[in-house]
Structures are given as C-alpha cells and as structure tokens.
C-alpha cells in the first residue's frame, strides 16, 4: 500500500464547477501538507502549502486538511478551462524534509 | 527572474547507451532534488543535494544512476547502460533550503530509450 493514495482520474467537470480534489495518506507523522499544479509538458508549481488540520483559503482555492481521517482536499470553485492541469499532492513529516508525492489526478474543464 | 532550467528537453537514446542530464537550479538556492515521473505515476525522488553536506542518494534505483552538483550550482544526473524501463521524464526542482517546502521545479528531460 503506497503511503499516499490518489485517483489519477481523469475528472472531467463542465466549467463553472465546484472541483474538489482529494488524497489519503497512511502516516500519522504527516503534518505538512502541499498541492502543486502541473500543465502538460511542465514542472510542478506551489499552489496551496497547509500546516496540520484546517482550511486555508486563497482566491478560487481552498486546501483542507483532516488529520483523524488522514484524508486532505483541495477545492477549485467557479472552475476555468485553464485549470485544466493534473494536482498532485504532497506531504512529508516534521523532521524529515523529503515529500511524499501522490500520483497526481489529471482534472479537464469542459468549456 | 530565471527560474529551474533543464537540458536537453527531450533525449532518445538506444538501450545500453550513457546518457547525461542537467540542472541548473535558481540562483541562491542551496537545496536541489532529482525526481522521475513515469506516465500516470507520482513523482519518484532520486536524490538531493544540501549545500555542502554529503548528498542523499537513498532513491536512486540502481547503481547505473548517479548524480553530482558542482559549486553547489549546476547538477548533472547520468545514467550509465540504459534500459527501456529508465524512460521518464526526469524532473530537477531547487529550494532555498532544508525545510523549505515551495520547491520550483524546471521542465523536466523526456527521456526515451529505444
């Protein structure tokens, strides 16, 4: 069982959707949390960054974190076809620097 | 200003062949990981360069893979007799240090072995 669990989809959502995203983890150490973008072709980039349990929002997105279901989300609201892009999520404990990586859900917004 | 770039962007090579891929990371940036992505797959850590401490290899896949940064800038990770199974894209990304989780990754090499 891998330690970080995530449908790679294809999710396909008309535009206007409310997306939501989501990954469960095995290890109870996790306490940093991360969700990168990742256009065809191109590197990963930062989207989201949550310390521990609890939401934090920015603009469209919203990351939320349940560290007694070990189950985190990412919420895309009023979705755009350029958020088209596979998410991946990422997290790691707190003394050791490497992330744990899920396999990435490939989203498509449908014009 | 510039970010993580990756040369070539795509290599094809023939099975059994050595092949060389570089990094240049952000300017400043002390931390550089290596990581390989496999269609529908995560990202796999391969390995990762701290300012001058002794680099962590505990994810290279063999003893056919070896990386190393020079000046603590530039990063080269080569594959010695490739096989069909190395094909990936092989991601670099840089950090500015050793708990610093934003990590800005380049484009990555496609690499193709025939």
């Known amino acids: 069982q891998k330690e970080v669990e995530q449908d790679p989809g294809p999710l396909s959502v008309p535009e206007g959707a409310i997306v939501s995203l989501n990954c469960t983890y095995s290890?109870?150490?996790?306490?940093?949390f991360m969700w990168y973008r990742q256009y065809s072709r191109k590197g990963p980039e930062l989207l989201m960054y949550?310390?521990s349990s609890g939401n934090k929002e920015d603009g469209r997105f919203t990351a939320q974190v349940d560290k007694s279901s070990k189950y985190i989300s990412l919420f895309i609201r009023d979705s755009q076809p350029s958020d088209s892009a596979t998410y991946l999520c990422?997290?790691?404990?707190?003394?050791?620097?490497?992330?744990?990586w899920g396999a990435g859900t490939k989203l498509i917004i449908k014009p | 200003g510039a970010g993580v770039s990756q040369s070539p962007s795509n290599k094809v090579t023939e099975k059994g062949k050595d092949v060389e891929l570089r990094c240049d990371p952000i300017s400043g940036h002390t931390a550089l990981y290596w990581y390989r992505q496999s269609l529908g797959q995560g990202l796999e850590f391969l390995i990762y360069?701290?300012?001058?401490?002794?680099?962590?290899k505990s994810g290279l896949p063999s003893d056919r893979f070896s990386a190393e940064r020079t000046g603590g800038s530039v990063s080269t990770l080569t594959i010695q007799r490739t096989q069909q199974e190395d094909s990936a894209v092989y991601l670099c990304?840089?950090?500015?240090?050793?708990?610093?989780?934003?990590?800005?990754f380049g484009p990555g090499t496609r690499l193709t072995v025939l």
């Open positions: 360069f701290q300012g001058n401490s002794a680099p962590d």
């Open positions: 990304a840089s950090s500015g240090g050793l708990y610093t989780d934003t990590q800005y």
């Open positions: 290890n109870s150490a996790f306490q940093y």
């Open positions: 949550t310390y």
């Open positions: 990422a997290m790691r404990g707190a003394s050791n620097y490497q992330l744990i």
